[in-house]
């Protein structure tokens, strides 16, 4: 058996790991609930390297990859709760945490799509919680609305909706929910 380990995102090979399992992610999952013209164009392979590497840079956001052996299989960013327009995406998008001062926020949390179903999410998932635990009281993470298997994933590791969400638009006419989870810590 290949062996498992943590690995903090600190190289341009670990910036494009998380890039590509973050497309992956996307075009696997967001198929239904995205316009496919904005799949097709913004969503490639390389959209999130210069993000993670100005994450790495500057530390806005702590990214963690899970490998086996030389496999990255998932990956994950967390960070304190965002306030106003994502750096990440544009100045249409604002996470509006007021009230949510001083807790932490999983930014990111995908598994590449071959390696979904074998645990190595649940792994990560333990990973970021431990990491992020004394740190910060509580924490929170977005899922789509219509994102099923996500939403029922955080409720597993105990999260749970608090009734708040952000409306996340897509050009050219869509509009997707992101409901709030949160757990203490």
């Known amino acids: 058996m290949e062996r498992l380990q943590f690995v903090d995102a600190c190289q341009e090979a ?8 973050h497309a992956l ?4 999952t967001y198929t239904e609930a995205l316009p496919a013209a904005y799949l097709q164009q913004e969503v490639t ?9 100005e994450d790495h840079r500057t530390g806005r956001c702590h990214g963690l990859l899970l490998y086996r052996g030389e496999t990255p ?6 960070a304190p709760a965002r306030v106003g327009p994502s750096p990440q995406e544009s100045s249409l998008v604002s996470f509006d945490s007021t009230g949510y001062e001083g807790w932490g926020e999983i930014v990111s949390f995908y598994t590449h799509p071959d390696e979904k179903g074998k645990g190595y999410g649940s792994l990560l998932m333990g990973e970021v919680l431990r ?3 004394g740190v910060y009281p509580s924490c929170f993470v977005f899922v ?4 099923e298997g996500a939403r029922r994933f955080y409720a597993r590791h105990g999260f749970t909706w608090d009734g708040t ?21």
């Open 131 to 133: 990491r992020m635990k």
């Open 45 to 53: 392979d390389e959209r999130w390297v210069p993000y993670f590497r």
């Open 25 to 28: 992610g996307w075009r696997t």
């Open 144 to 147: 789509l609305r219509e994102n």
């Open 14 to 21: 670990h910036f494009e790991a998380m890039s590509l399992i």
């Open 73 to 78: 299989v998932c990956c994950a960013t967390y």
């Open 165 to 185: 969400h952000v409306d996340i638009p897509f050009p050219p006419d869509t509009v997707c929910v992101d409901l709030r989870y949160v757990r203490t810590l």
